[in-house]
C-alpha cells in the first residue's frame, strides 16, 4: 500500500514563492501518477496539476500554468510543487495524490479527476497574503 506525506505549506505573500513535496512510500510507489489537487474554503477539490510515473508528462491548469511547477525525483520518490508568483486565489489545502498507472507507458497521461485516484495525502495548507 501507498502512502502520500505533504510537506511545504505555509504563509506566502502574494507573488511569492513556496515548494511543495509529497513524499510516496510503498512497493509500487514508482509506479504510481502523482497529482496535486486543492481545496479552497467552502470549495470544491480541484485538479491542479500531475505528473506520470516516468515524469515524462505534465499537465497544468490554465491557472497556475506558468507559474507552479511539477517534477518528480524517482530515486527518492519525492513530487516536488514550485509555486511561484503566488495569487490570494491559490490560498487553499493541497493535497498530493496517487494512482497506479497500470500498463501506463513513459508518456501516459495521469487523471485529471479526483476520482482517478485512490491514495491521498493527509494534506498541506497554502495562504497566500495581500
Avoid: H
Avoid at 8 to 28: D, I, Y
Avoid at 50 to 78: D, E, L, M, Q
Amino acid at each position: 500500500q501507498v502512502q502520500l506525506v505533504e510537506a511545504g505549506g505555509g504563509l506566502a505573500q502574494a507573488g511569492g514563492s513556496l515548494n511543495l513535496s509529497c513524499v510516496a512510500s510503498g512497493r509500487t510507489a514508482s509506479r504510481c501518477d502523482i497529482a496535486w489537487f486543492r481545496q479552497a474554503p467552502g470549495k470544491e477539490r480541484v485538479f491542479v496539476t500531475s505528473i506520470n510515473w516516468s515524469g515524462g508528462t505534465t499537465y497544468y491548469i490554465p491557472a497556475v500554468k506558468g507559474r507552479f511547477s511539477i517534477s518528480r525525483n524517482i530515486t527518492k520518490n519525492t513530487v516536488y510543487l514550485q509555486m511561484n508568483s503566488l495569487q490570494l486565489d491559490d490560498t487553499a489545502v493541497y493535497y498530493c495524490a496517487a494512482a497506479l498507472a497500470l500498463g501506463g507507458g513513459i508518456w501516459s497521461s495521469p487523471p485529471r479527476d479526483a476520482s482517478g485516484y485512490a491514495l491521498w495525502g493527509q494534506g498541506t495548507q497554502v495562504t497566500v497574503s495581500s
